[in-house]
């Protein structure tokens, strides 16, 4: 059931090894610790403990900088974590940032990599996290040959950068996520396909999610997991308002078997029955259950 990332030069995963697994995302459990009034990183040793008690071999950490990276090493090790891909914020859509974004980026990439990381997972900032303000037409086309550039120098290192979004993105005809992967070179920007954010984002829409997946399916390299029930994410990753059976189904038969990262969290009205730990378990099983013809 274990997978490696062996791309071809579509960027499309059709054979894989078996030294890759499932992952999870550090977010998860960033989540389910604050409802429990806990912090996470407060002891990573811990944190991570939890991580491998879930059934977990592989997570997606977030960094911000090159040491962030340091000083995951011996706790990964320690709790034989693996570190395939990493996601980490940019901001590309402001002239004067772009240039030292980039060069933090791949000084990141670049200490992952001696880890065994190949995906850099990033989502460019929006303009406020927490007010709808949206990017000029001209901000989006010049994050997205800032993003171009910087997945054409992790290229060059023999890595991949997968554009991943929010919500923000899929406002105003998704303008800002199309352009992403029209205004970029196919080679040098893949997609992580986070499918619960598109589904929200466009308004709870299944019928959204399917024709983005149908139109850039050659450029999916990961998936972010996270199910809804009703709109609201649900405890554990299962059956809900996303068809992620039909999502496997039409991911075989385009032959692309993307990285799988598992991104469940809880927001305020979900549902509050079981810990991170358990809830981990379940998600785990489920998805080897479901995603089994791509692992």
Known sequence: MASGVIMDQSGIMPSRSTDVDIACQQYNWHTFYQREGRTWSANINSCLED????????????????????????????????????????TLHIE?????????????????????????????APISWTEKIDKTDAQIITQAKALNEL???????????????????????????????????????????????????????????????????????????????????????????????????FLKLKNNRPYIVLEQCVERESPHTMDGVRAHQIGLAYCKEVFADLL
């Open 51 to 90: 991580v491998r008690a879930s059934g977990f071999l592989e997570l997606e950490p977030s960094f911000s900088k090159a040491s962030d990276v340091e000083e995951m090493k011996e706790p990964f090790e320690n709790n034989k974590l693996k570190m395939h891909s990493f996601y980490v914020g940019s």
């Open 96 to 124: 004067d940032q772009i240039e030292k974004n980039i060069s933090d980026v791949v000084d990141i990439a670049s200490v992952a990599q001696t880890l065994g990381t190949r995906i850099i997972v990033t989502n460019p």
């Open 151 to 249: 997945g054409a120098q992790l290229r060059s290192k023999g890595m991949i950068l997968a554009y991943h979004n929010h919500d923000a993105e899929m406002r105003n005809s998704a303008r800002e996520f199309h352009h992403m992967m029209v205004g970029t070179d196919p080679e040098n920007v893949k997609l992580c396909l986070d499918a619960h954010w598109i589904y929200r984002g466009s308004g709870n829409s299944q019928v959204a999610l399917f024709d983005i997946v149908t139109n850039y399916v050659d450029r999916i390299v990961e998936l972010h997991l996270r199910q809804s029930k009703d709109g609201i994410w649900t405890e554990a990753f299962g059956e809900g308002d996303i068809d992620y059976e039909l999502l496997v189904t």
